[in-house]
């Protein structure tokens, strides 16, 4: 873990650090570093304060239509919409507020945006309609319909406005002579149900059709139609295997292939397979609307015909059918039919065409606490040839509220409920997707390679309205508003990609990493790097000593690689190696571990500082006994080299002597070195540049880390499990605790903090991850002689490495009701093999309880995947025979998340099952995602 280099200076008086992972991958040519950031920081350009604001907009103001759409413009306005007026701001080199022009400034704004391929903008107000050619107005139709306009959706020409009382108008743009004019249609919807809301939806994937495509009714007749020749010598072959008699010879001539369908075609003169996706799909026009029965209405724009229907909308459906062919409702019932419960109404939806050249329709779907997201896929049947499938994702929108929920009556609560929270952009740098504004901000991506990415944006609290601004100062930004009325202008900071499950930055070394570490006081990282070379020499055992032995092969003889190791010093300002900081250690040295560690300094100042510790051994052969050595670097501080100001950085090399073996692991205790050589373990003080030894211990077989906590130290041996040391300063004795008696490969070992409570987590080499306690009052612990088996789970994965950090505190931390004794306990994370990474989180019994329950309802409840149950997977397990029961303990967060993926009604009856809230789960869940929500 380290801190960023660049971050905006808005961002850095967080209550909590902020911090990115820093992971070393791959091997060899393919070695790399990787700098993840689990959530969006955005690069603040400048900030202004506009308290008031409700919605915002930037419109294009270009004089002619921009019909190619790689063509580059600019915004020409931002439109600010207030409670009872609108600011009309031009952009340009600076932002200036526009006076005198055509657009309407008396009231609040619903709805503002470009028609005609971005030659004119319109301007819908709660009364009225304004047609403008840049500042000019074009035209301006007064809109009485007896209540006011509170939303209006675009897919241009077409523009559909919603009424506060559900009544729909449509307008359309029509070009005569150059001029353009927009024409005002009412459909005829029938208004009861009510209509909640609705969006305009210009469709480019093809899709959205009452036709299949020909080769595919092609394929579909083709399957239909079985011979009947091949029906009976199936049933001829089963009775051959069965009774070994049939009528039919078996061995029959062999068959002549029928000659391809593409050779056929060219021969016929019909075109190819592939000719299909090099046609242009002409654009079609639709318009969706929700009413408060539940239902979603698609109907064909201009003309509104219904051609899709699809009920119980809100409730999560897995996915969604058309219902028009379905038997008809009589006509009253649907009429009257009763609106459905006020927190499963949908609140907004936004149906936005996403992926390469618009093929992935997708409709997201908002409601009070909860986001579902949709994909248009092909489907035969019905009279629109599509279906809805539901799409897994990680956004959580939800708020913790109080148990008695107001609905937003008050007027100013209802301009901002019609506000718009699904914000969808088609360029901020170079992607295109959908931003959700709210109390938890995500950005949703959708890059033409296919893959769905959310990342949250949790940096600057709640967005209540957001924007897309591209400008000379702000090529491919943004604009959003945040809780305290702060308008910032912001650009998506390019170095990183978005098109992965977290955003990452990958920095190619061209050799393998091994070790990183993060140095605070210079903020730099160290990194160990190796470089295999062949190699034809070796060492031999002379029976007194050793002697380097040349080998002469021919040229076709394979000599074996000899790695070559170096320590390196890293900038995180630029990502790259600092000059005349490499160095290379000795041929046939090899690091085996690196750490940063805070000694006593007891020469001319006092205090603890930090040092780069390094421990090496000599591999000469199985035959020449292992040496090793300690390197102790400290980073210094020196006048930079004339254009280059990365070099102020410098390793002095403080302590670099041989032990008598291997020095396997190092860390720190109490401003002490502790450090693991051969089958020893010995503390060490720093004195004017040399160790002095204070004690030593013996230890088991391969001692392979060493992790400390005030004077504890967890050691972890690569066959022989885990033990507890603990040094005593004052009679400068090293003593051991407690131990595992039971072998196990230990891979990686960490400490678990929870307030009072410490555990030791263990990754093994069966992939599982064990948790012990010392508790020396249980009776079989032995008078605490032995470490108790409190929890296990099997991971399925190799961890190779863990870390610890502090839960997260959110700002409103003290008034809400998160889980309690959260600000003193540990997240540990873990890094595994195959390139995941996760973590272990400690819950109160209460959470652990309800939890549980949910997990083991899910067993049964949810549809395993590739029949592989669950809970037996999770299942401790060991390639030696346990003579204890396995403990469990830990919650399998994977499964337990999956109820939020849940339709409502299987949400409900698992919780009544359980016999608990629906709320109070999902709360549960949200609360763990915000006390994990680091980097």
């Not at 006076?99 to 619903?110: I, L, M």
């Not at 009452?210 to 009775?239: A, G, M, N």
């Not at 067993?859 to 204890?884: C, Q």
């Amino acid at each position: 873990m380290g801190e960023p280099a660049f971050l905006s200076e808005e961002f850095s008086n967080m209550q909590d650090p902020d911090i990115e992972l820093f992971t070393t991958s791959g091997y060899g040519k393919n070695g790399a570093l990787c700098v993840l950031q689990r959530s969006v920081r955005p690069q603040v350009v400048t900030t202004f304060e506009l308290p008031g604001c409700v919605d915002m907009w930037t419109v294009i103001g270009t004089k002619d239509a921009i019909e190619d759409p790689e063509q580059d413009y600019t915004h020409a306005f931002m439109i600010l919409s207030q409670q009872d007026s609108t600011m009309v701001l031009q952009t340009g080199l600076e932002i200036n507020e526009v006076d005198n022009s055509g657009f309407s400034t008396q009231g609040p704004t619903v709805y503002a945006g470009n028609l005609g391929y971005n030659k004119y903008i319109i301007q819908v107000s709660q009364m009225g309609v304004r047609l403008l050619q840049g500042v000019e107005q074009v035209q301006h139709i007064p809109l009485d319909l007896g209540s006011p306009i509170v939303h209006a959706s675009s897919a241009d020409p077409h523009v559909v406005i919603l009424s506060e009382d559900g009544q729909v108008i449509l307008l359309t743009l029509r070009e005569s002579r150059g001029q353009g004019r927009l024409s005002v249609t009412r459909p005829t919807l029938s208004l009861r149900p009510y209509i909640i809301t609705l969006c305009a939806y210009r469709d480019v994937s093809g899709l959205f059709s009452t036709s299949l495509p020909e080769d595919e009714v092609e394929l579909k007749s083709k399957k239909d139609i079985k011979s009947e020749e091949s029906l009976r010598r199936e049933v001829d072959d089963e009775d051959e295997m069965l009774y070994g008699e049939t009528e039919v010879p078996l061995f029959e001539p062999p068959v002549i292939p029928e000659p391809s369908s593409t050779t056929v075609m060219s021969m016929i003169g019909e075109t190819p397979w592939w000719h299909k996706y090099l046609q242009e799909v002409k654009p079609t026009y639709w318009i969706l609307l929700t009413r408060d029965n539940g239902n979603l209405e698609i109907y064909t724009l201009p003309d509104f015909r219904l051609s899709y229907l699809v009920r119980n909308f809100g409730q999560g459906l897995r996915v969604l059918v058309d219902s028009l062919g379905a038997i008809p409702m009589p006509v009253g019932v649907s009429e009257n039919s009763p609106p459905i419960a006020y927190d499963s109404q949908v609140r907004e939806i936004l149906m936005v065409a996403l992926g390469h050249h618009g093929s992935r329709p997708l409709l997201v779907v908002r409601l009070d606490d909860e986001l579902l997201l949709y994909q248009a896929y092909r489907y035969p049947r019905g009279y629109l040839k599509l279906r809805f499938r539901r799409l897994a994702h990680n956004i959580l929108i939800r708020e913790r509220r109080s148990r008695s929920r107001k609905k937003p009556i008050d007027t100013e609560q209802q301009l901002e409920s019609h506000v718009c929270q699904l914000r969808y952009f088609s360029n901020i740098a170079g992607y295109n997707g959908v931003f959700i504004c709210g109390p938890y901000p995500h950005w949703l991506f959708l890059t033409s390679r296919g893959e769905l990415r959310t990342h949250p944006m949790g940096i600057d609290g709640a967005v209540t309205c957001f924007a897309p601004f591209h400008n000379i100062n702000c090529p491919q930004g943004f604009l959003y508003f945040n809780k305290k009325a702060e308008l910032r202008i912001g650009v998506l900071p390019t170095h990183l990609s978005y098109d992965a499950p977290w955003p990452v930055r990958k920095v190619p070394l061209r050799c393998t990493p091994h070790f990183a570490t993060y140095h605070l006081e210079s903020k730099t990282y160290c990194v160990v790097t190796s470089l295999a070379e062949p190699t034809n020499k070796y060492y031999k055992f002379n029976g007194e000593d050793k002697e380097l032995t040349v080998e002469e092969r021919d040229d076709r003889f394979p000599f074996p690689a000899q790695e070559r190791f170096s320590i390196l010093l890293f900038s995180p300002v630029s990502w790259e190696v600092i000059p005349n900081t490499k160095m290379e250690l000795e041929e046939w040295e090899h690091v085996t571990c690196l750490k940063n560690v805070s000694l006593a300094y007891e020469g001319t100042r006092s205090g603890l500082k930090g040092y780069i510790a390094v421990g090496t051994n000599y591999n000469y052969g199985e035959d020449i006994t292992s040496r090793g050595r300690i390197l102790i670097f400290d980073i210094i501080e020196v006048v930079p080299e004339p254009g280059q100001p990365l070099t102020k950085n410098r390793f002095k090399m403080v302590y670099s002597k041989e032990q008598k073996g291997p020095v396997t692991a190092i860390t720190h205790v109490l401003g002490f070195l502790v450090s693991a050589v051969g089958q020893k373990i010995y503390i060490w003080q720093l004195k004017d540049n040399d160790l002095v030894g204070v004690a030593f211990i013996d230890t088991n077989i391969y001692i392979h880390q060493l992790l400390s906590i005030k004077s504890l130290i967890l050691v972890a041996d690569v066959y022989k499990s885990i033990s507890l040391l603990r040094f005593q300063e004052e009679y400068r004795t090293l003593s051991l605790v407690s131990r595992d008696f039971r072998p196990s490969e230990v891979y990686t070992c960490e400490f678990l903090l929870d307030n009072t409570q410490m555990g030791f987590l263990v990754a093994d080499g069966d992939k599982n991850v064990v948790l012990y306690m010392y508790q020396p009052e249980s009776r079989e612990s032995f008078g605490g002689q032995r470490l108790l088996r409190k929890a296990d789970f099997h991971l399925g994965q190799h961890i190779n490495t863990f870390f610890r950090i502090r839960c997260k505190m959110p700002e409103n931390f003290a008034d809400k009701k998160y889980l309690q004794g959260a600000e003193k306990r540990h997240i540990t994370m873990f890094a595994t093999l195959d390139g995941g990474l996760g973590y272990v989180l400690p819950v109160p019994e209460k959470t652990y309880r309800r939890l549980l329950m949910l997990q083991n309802v899910l067993v049964n409840h949810i549809a395993h995947t590739g029949g592989l149950n669950p809970k037996a997977f999770r299942t401790y397990k060991s390639a030696t025979k346990l003579l204890s029961n396995p403990a469990r303990g830990i919650i399998d967060g994977e499964l337990v998340w999956l109820f939020l993926g849940l339709p409502t009604s299987e949400k409900q009856e698992v919780a009544k099952k359980i016999g608990t809230k629906v709320d109070e789960i999902a709360d549960d869940l949200a609360d763990i995602e915000r006390l994990t929500a680091h980097f």
